[in-house]
């Protein structure tokens, strides 16, 4: 089963760590569902939500697909920036994990008595290549926040969600928002639909229904389709070359 999984082991030290009683931090990806092209770069976020204040320290491990996705770098986390200057040393750092093929940690310290940093942020910004076509989970093998008092401690609750990333291939159009393999003026109502009537996400992902490609859905794209098939328009994107 190892053979079959990414693992991404993310080591983040960062002083503080304590949640509003009876209430759980949360840990989870950011942006829940998104995607890349067959050698395209793209990221995702692990952040910290509302709940987790006074960070001290915190560890997770990550898993993904190797065979849809790779590694290619980390960024430092932006909750970071709010203790920046205040402290005589503030440690970020990442590097792969000799165990596992395309694995790594990163983590991040602040030294200074009383030092913290509050959520909600940004822990790390994870950069990955896509490799091959088809769907990864991003999913947590546990997630661990401990607090300045506690600091060896089993850590405190936290709620952890999950992601996941597809991987497109070149051909792959947006805008066949019903995904019924054609683009006409039915996805310009199930677009309509989704927008101003609750109507369900783009099939089989929500951004398929992105015909501009700029990176949302929206009202932009219903107009787009409509100038695509009544005016004369630009053809909805190919986001991975056709």
Not at 42 to 66: E, R
Not at 78 to 89: C, E, K, V
Not at 188 to 194: A, E, F, G, P, S
């Amino acid at each position: 089963m190892i053979r079959h999984i990414f693992l991404i082991s993310v080591l983040c030290l960062l002083l503080g760590g304590l949640f509003a009683e009876g209430q759980a931090g949360v840990i989870y990806v950011d942006p829940e569902l998104w995607w890349t092209c067959v050698d395209g770069i793209s990221w995702i976020d692990v952040m910290a939500g509302t709940q987790i204040d006074s960070v001290h320290s915190y560890a997770c491990l990550m898993y993904v697909d190797p065979s849809k996705v790779s590694l290619d770098s980390v960024a430092r986390g932006t909750i970071l920036d709010t203790i920046f200057g205040q402290h005589d040393t503030v440690w970020f750092g990442w590097e792969y994990d000799n165990h596992f093929p395309d694995s790594l940690y990163f983590g991040a310290s602040i030294f200074g008595y009383g030092a913290y940093v509050n959520g909600p942020g940004q822990l790390g910004r994870i950069w990955f290549k896509g490799k091959q076509e088809g769907e990864t989970p991003v999913t947590f093998g546990w997630a661990i926040l401990r607090d300045p008092y506690h600091p060896s401690g089993p850590g405190m609750e936290v709620i952890i969600l999950t992601g996941k990333i597809v991987v497109l291939g070149a051909g792959f159009r947006f805008g066949d928002a019903n995904s019924d393999s054609t683009i006409d003026i039915g996805d310009i109502v199930y677009l309509i639909n989704y927008l101003f009537k609750n109507g369900p996400d783009a099939l089989p992902w929500w951004f398929v229904g992105d015909a501009n490609c700029d990176k949302s859905t929206d009202v932009s794209d219903v107009v787009y389709l409509i100038n695509y098939l009544f005016k004369n328009g630009p053809e909805p994107c190919y986001p991975c070359g056709s």
